[in-house]
Structures are given as C-alpha cells and as structure tokens.
C-alpha cells in the first residue's frame, strides 16, 4: 500500500532563507508526483508535476527533485518571502485502475519579515 | 472555462440529516474523484469514477454514496450524516491519458459541519 510522509510537519523560517522540505513514498511505481499550495481556508493550487521518467522541475524559485528508486522528492524554495506561508503538499499518482494521488501530511510553512 | 466548482461552499446539518454535494467540470474529463481533507492531514480518496455511469470506492467510502449520471457532474451523498464527516471536501477530474501524466484539477472545497 502506498504511504506518502512529509517532513517536516511545521516550518517557520526568516525571510529570504532558502529552505527544503521533504517528501518519501513507499511504492517507487508512480506515474508522477505533484507539489501543491494549499492556503488556509482555501484549495489546492498544482505548484510542479514531476513525471516519473523526470528528475527534477523549476518554476521560477521552486526547483523539485525526484528519486523514484529510494522514494524520495524534494521542493526547495530559494530566497523565501512572506507570500510563500502556506501549506505544501506532496501527492504521488499511483499505478492502478484508478489513478488516484495519495496525499502527505503537508508542511506548515510560516516565512516570517 | 469554470474548471472544476463545486456547491455548496459551506454547510451545517444535524447528526442524522442527508445532503448531497455537487461536483461540475467542464474541461470533458473522464476521470473525477471525491476527497476530504482534515485538519492536520492530507486528503483521502471517498470514490472516484472513470467515465459516465461508472464508480468505485476509494480508501474511505463508508457513510457515502456516489452517482455519475452525465460525465460533467459528480454527486457526493451523505444519507445519514454523523459528527465523524466534519471536514472539507475536495473534487477533482483529470484526462483519461495512456500515462496519465496529466495533474487533477481541483475545486474550492466544500465545509461540512455535522452537529
């Protein structure tokens, strides 16, 4: 059964640090992986989508990175602001009839002037 | 184009009461899901379809039902509504694609509260 952890739960960090979150998944036969922002109250907004057959995706200062052998993805965010506090979510399409994402957890971000 | 909306944006009912959720696109997707999402969590598939007329159970089905009569609309029912279906609920759809490499697009979110 698919699994998908994101470390950390809750990060706060000043302005314009660069920061990692992280992102591992137990079954490596996905079809991609996406990176969404979640804002309090509101739904999702897709941030990168990495294909499985990819290693990495940049818009603008978000740069992810896929290892689907060990399970494992990062987002890094360059040069954080205070318009970057939100919820990120990672989710993994999996490889079924049904297509669906898994979910993580999330990571908490609060980016502080 | 909308995207995906869904109605009600939020909602109040009492243990016991029953309620149904719409789900629109119109984007032509074949595939549309049914999520919720609770605090502190990420969300979790309630059913899903792959076509018109077609559905099926995703990791939390009980308590729900489903219907997909026209391939745009996607009904989420709650027949006897309890406490523990407090949450916000999220549809989604997505392209029928040979790898599906295509992301789901998601609507706004329906708040449920069950007294």
């Known amino acids: 059964k698919q699994e998908v952890t994101q470390i950390p739960a809750a990060l706060s960090v000043p302005e314009g640090e660069n920061l990692v979150l992280n992102c591992s998944f137990t079954?490596?036969?996905?079809?991609?992986l996406q990176w969404f922002r979640q804002d309090p109250g509101k739904g999702l907004t897709s941030l990168l989508l990495?294909?499985?057959?990819?290693r990495e995706q940049t818009s603008g200062r978000l740069n992810a990175s896929l290892d689907k052998s060990s399970g494992r993805s990062t987002l890094y965010i360059a040069a954080s602001q205070p318009g970057d506090s939100a919820t990120y979510l990672c989710?993994?399409?999996?490889?079924?009839?049904?297509?669906?994402?898994?979910f993580g957890s999330g990571t908490r971000l609060l980016v502080r002037p | 184009n909308a995207g995906v909306t869904q109605t009600p944006k939020f909602r109040v009912l009492k243990t016991g009461q029953s309620m149904t959720l719409l789900c629109a696109q119109d984007?032509?997707?074949?595939?549309m899901y049914w999520y919720r999402q609770d605090p502190g969590m990420g969300l979790r598939l309630i059913h899903y379809?792959?076509?018109?007329?077609?559905?099926a159970k995703g990791e939390v089905p009980d308590g729900y039902n489903v219907s997909r009569l026209k391939k745009q609309n996607f009904l989420l029912g709650l027949e006897s509504a309890a406490p523990s279906q407090t949450s916000v609920y999220f549809c989604?759809?997505?392209?029928?694609?040979?790898?599906?490499?295509?992301?789901?697009?998601f609507g706004p979110g329906t708040r449920l509260t069950v007294l």
């Open positions: 989604a759809s997505s392209y029928w694609q040979a790898e599906h490499t295509d992301t789901q697009y």
């Open positions: 079954d490596s036969a996905i079809y991609n």
């Open positions: 990495i294909q499985s057959s990819q």
């Open positions: 989710a993994v399409r999996v490889v079924d009839s049904s297509y669906k994402l898994i």
């Open positions: 984007m032509n997707h074949e595939y």
């Open positions: 379809s792959v076509g018109e007329g077609t559905t």
